[in-house]
């Protein structure tokens, strides 16, 4: 078992940055691979980061392209999430998820566990 815990939500106005943060316990963090999803009200979830299995590659959904940053301390086994140029369409419930090696990244169902999520509200 893996325990994620986000954090670092809020609200924030349109231009604005915020850092998410994924607190792992239980499983060696080293075993998963790392990324982050969203859902918006009346949405699916939807990609936006994530790590390679080896962690040398980062992927990112081309609406957050250039504006978000996935990184990880894996001293702290914290994955974070830099939001910056932040729009009211970035609006959502955000999750951490954790997959394990041969899983697709970009889809929910190749994840195996999740955080609660974190409330990120961009207002215009």
């Known amino acids: 078992q893996v325990q994620l815990v986000e954090s670092g939500g809020g609200v924030v106005q349109s231009g604005g940055s915020l850092r998410l943060s994924c607190a792992a316990s239980?499983?060696?963090?080293?075993?998963?691979?790392m990324g982050w999803f969203r859902q918006a009200p009346g949405k699916e979830r939807e990609f936006v980061a994530a790590?390679?299995?080896?962690?040398?590659?980062?992927y990112y959904a081309g609406s957050v392209e250039g504006r978000f940053t996935i990184s990880r301390d894996n001293g702290k086994n914290t994955v974070y999430l830099q939001m910056n140029s932040l729009k009211p369409e970035d609006t959502a419930v955000y999750y951490c998820?954790?997959?394990?090696?041969?899983?697709?990244?970009?889809?929910?169902?190749?994840?195996?566990?999740w955080g609660q999520g974190t409330q990120v509200t961009v207002s215009s």
């Open positions: 790590f390679s299995w080896s962690g040398g590659s980062t």
């Open positions: 239980g499983r060696t963090f080293s075993n998963y691979a």
């Open positions: 998820a954790a997959r394990s090696r041969y899983r697709s990244y970009d889809t929910s169902r190749g994840y195996d566990y």
